[in-house]
C-alpha cells in the first residue's frame, strides 16, 4: 500500500474540501434551498463531506480492499464497493442534509444528486488538466513512459482482458 507524506494529506484534503464547498454552494443555488448564513453553509458543507469521508474510508479499511483493490480475489468486492460507494455519496449527504439545511427530505436528495454530478465533472476536469500537463512535460522533455512500464502487456491484467473481452466481441 502506498504511503503518502503529511504535506501531501494535507493538500489532498484541501483539494477536496474546497471541491466540497464549490459543488455545495453550486448544488444549494441549483435545487432552489433558501439562502443560507455562511455559517451554517460552512457547517452543512463540511459535516456532510466528513460524514461520507469517514464512513466510506472505515468500511474500505476494515474490508482491507485497500491495499491492493483491483487484485483478482478483489475485484468483486472493489465494485461492490464502487456500488455503494455511488449510492452512499447520494444517499448519506442527502439524509444530513435535511436537518441542516431548510429544505424538505425531497430537496435535500435533490441537492445531494447535484453534488454528486458536479463532483464528478470538477474531478474530471482536475484529472485531465493534470493529463495535459504530464503530456506537456513528456513533449518537453522527450521522455519515453513506455520504456518504464512493466513487462507483459496491459491486456494480461485481469480486469483489463475482462473489459476487453466485454466491450469487444
Do not use: C, H, K
Not at 485481469?158 to 476487453?164: D, K
Request: aromatic share 12%; no cysteine; proline share 7%.
Amino acid at each position: 500500500m502506498p504511503t503518502f507524506s503529511l504535506p501531501s494529506l494535507l493538500g489532498l484534503l484541501a483539494i477536496v474540501v474546497l471541491v466540497e464547498l464549490a459543488t455545495f454552494w453550486a448544488a444549494v443555488s441549483l435545487a432552489e434551498v433558501p439562502p443560507l448564513g455562511w455559517g451554517q453553509f460552512f457547517l452543512t458543507a463540511i459535516v456532510a463531506s466528513t460524514a461520507w469521508m469517514l464512513l466510506f474510508a472505515g468500511l474500505s479499511w476494515a474490508s482491507g480492499v485497500a491495499a491492493a483493490p483491483l487484485a483478482p480475489e478483489n475485484q468483486a468486492t472493489a465494485l461492490g464497493f464502487l456500488t455503494a460507494g455511488l449510492a452512499g455519496l447520494w444517499l448519506v449527504p442527502g439524509l444530513l442534509y435535511v436537518p441542516l439545511l431548510p429544505a424538505s427530505l425531497r430537496r435535500s436528495l435533490l441537492v445531494s444528486v447535484y453534488q454528486l454530478l458536479l463532483r464528478g465533472f470538477v474531478y474530471a476536469i482536475l484529472v485531465a488538466a493534470v493529463m495535459l500537463i504530464l503530456a506537456g512535460l513528456q513533449i518537453y522533455f522527450g521522455i519515453d513512459v513506455r520504456a518504464d512500464l512493466p513487462n507483459g502487456s496491459w491486456s494480461e491484467m485481469p480486469m483489463v482482458a475482462l473489459l476487453s473481452n466485454w466491450l469487444v466481441p
